[in-house]
């Protein structure tokens, strides 16, 4: 199975602020990456796939990089409403594995 | 616009199987591929396995031996059977839909429900 590592497990910052989530593979997945987005009691929600592309209907200050093997979420304004849980996950080889997750809370 | 709708128990006994369902509203279950995962509860997400209107499935090794996901077409719905539950089950389940493009981008899900075993 291919692990996908993220860093850090928790962050907090301030309204405005530039935050950047990592991930890490444990093989080259090309941009076969996406980002998802929990906030508590709720559903995931996909914000960035293929690496680098904004799910319709997602804030422009959301943004991904790669490909290869190490990937980014940067969230370039950061926002009230984006307190929550980010996860990234493969799916370049089934079994899909996710990240441990990213807790993003607002100062 | 496309929503799924998970149902079946809040409680299951041990060593007994868990069967839920995913409904399919405002689109038609043929084409994509439909995915089943789980959050215990302040944990992260694990991939359980999902299925293709043709048939093709995928289960995540370490329940394969446990799981059956099935697809029912008339019913415009998928299920989930997973086998010998222990209280290592208890989670959150989803199901979402896997893009054509790119099986394992679920880009939408069910609000999830909360399986107890107990």
């Known amino acids: 199975d291919i692990q996908m590592t993220q860093s850090p497990s928790s962050l907090s910052a301030s309204v405005g602020d530039r935050v950047t989530i990592t991930c890490r593979a444990s093989?080259?997945?090309?941009?076969?990456l996406n980002w998802y987005q929990q906030k508590p009691g709720k559903a995931p929600k996909l914000l960035i796939y293929?690496?680098?592309s904004l799910q319709s209907g997602v804030p422009s200050r959301f943004s991904g990089s790669g490909p290869g093997t190490d990937f980014t979420l940067t969230i370039g304004s950061l926002q009230p409403e984006d307190a929550a849980t980010y996860y990234c996950?493969?799916?370049?080889?089934?079994?899909?594995?996710f990240g441990q997750g990213t807790k993003v809370e607002i100062k | 616009q496309v929503q799924l709708q998970e149902s079946g128990p809040g409680l299951v006994r041990p060593s007994e199987t868990l069967s839920l369902t995913c409904s399919v509203s405002?689109?038609?279950?043929?084409?994509?591929?439909w995915t089943w995962i789980r959050q215990p509860p302040g944990k992260g997400l694990e991939y359980i396995g999902y299925i293709h209107y043709s048939g093709d499935t995928n289960y995540n090794p370490p329940l394969r031996n446990r799981v059956t996901i099935s697809l029912d077409t008339s019913g415009n719905q998928f299920s989930l059977n997973l086998r010998s539950i222990t209280a290592a089950d208890t989670a959150v389940y989803y199901c979402a839909r896997g893009d054509n493009h790119d099986r394992g981008r679920c880009e939408i899900w069910g609000q999830g429900i909360l399986v107890t075993v107990s």
């Open positions: 093989q080259s997945i090309g941009n076969y």
């Open positions: 405002g689109g038609s279950i043929s084409n994509y591929y």
């Open positions: 293929a690496a680098s």
């Open positions: 996950q493969q799916s370049f080889s089934p079994p899909w594995t």
